[in-house]
């Protein structure tokens, strides 16, 4: 399961960390990535992290030096630190994990319900 | 690599076949491509990887094929509960990225 928390209203310029509880599974095996929705619009991969020590992130062009994804295995937590949030960047923030272990890239088999940020 | 989806909107009954279609701006390496379905207020769910392979617990209805660049997702016989919006994703390559989507509507 994935449960994502953080979200809310915020304004341009600030900065917000959005959280992701990770159960039921091997956290560290598998890669892990936050994937956005505009209002009304479709899917946008924003930032991924590698599976096991390595933990090699990687972001969108759009968000890159502004969004950080960390890992924290003991407390199986994914996180997204967003820093000078534009209104570009209100979305749903989901959570979602890849589908097979070990890959850095694939599809995600399992996401969260997803989080709210609005920038405004 | 930027992924297009047509058409955008597929307007269709139940029982008829939906053929939606992805396209690549440039190849996909081993046909690292997945299909997702996502209905109003619920996450993505997963309906194919690798271009043609059904994740668990996806009926028989649902098939993908292509290669390259030219992908399809097909949908023999349209159930009540297929209306919905379908994303392709590639993940040959970083960044990931997705289709704008197609809206299947009754």
């Known amino acids: 399961q994935l449960l994502e928390s953080g979200g809310g209203l915020i304004q341009p310029g600030e900065s917000l960390t959005l959280s992701c509880r990770v159960s039921g599974f091997d956290f560290h095996t598998f890669a892990m990535a936050w994937v956005r929705q505009a209002p009304g619009k479709g899917l946008e991969w924003v930032s991924g992290?590698?599976?096991?020590?390595?933990?090699?992130?990687d972001s969108e062009e759009s968000v890159r030096g502004r969004f950080t994804v960390t890992r924290d295995i003991s407390r199986n937590l994914l996180s997204l630190h967003l820093n000078a949030l534009t209104e570009e960047d209100t979305a749903l923030y989901y959570c979602a994990r890849t589908s097979r272990k070990w890959l850095d890239r694939d599809v995600f088999d399992l996401w969260g319900r997803g989080t709210l940020v609005v920038v405004s | 690599i930027l992924l297009t989806q047509s058409p955008g909107t597929l307007s269709l009954s139940p029982g008829e076949r939906a053929t939606l279609s992805c396209r690549a701006s440039?190849?996909?390496?081993?046909?690292?491509l997945g299909w997702y379905q996502q209905k109003p207020g619920q996450a993505p769910r997963l309906l194919i990887f690798a271009a043609s392979t059904r994740a668990a617990g996806i009926p028989d209805r649902f098939s993908g094929s292509g290669s390259g660049t030219v992908f399809t997702l097909t949908i023999d016989t349209l159930e009540p509960e297929d209306f919905a919006v379908y994303y392709c994703q590639q993940y040959g390559s970083s960044p990931l990225t997705f289709g704008g989507g197609t809206k299947v509507e009754i």
């Open positions: 992290i590698t599976s096991g020590s390595r933990s090699n992130t």
């Open positions: 440039q190849s996909i390496s081993s046909t690292h």
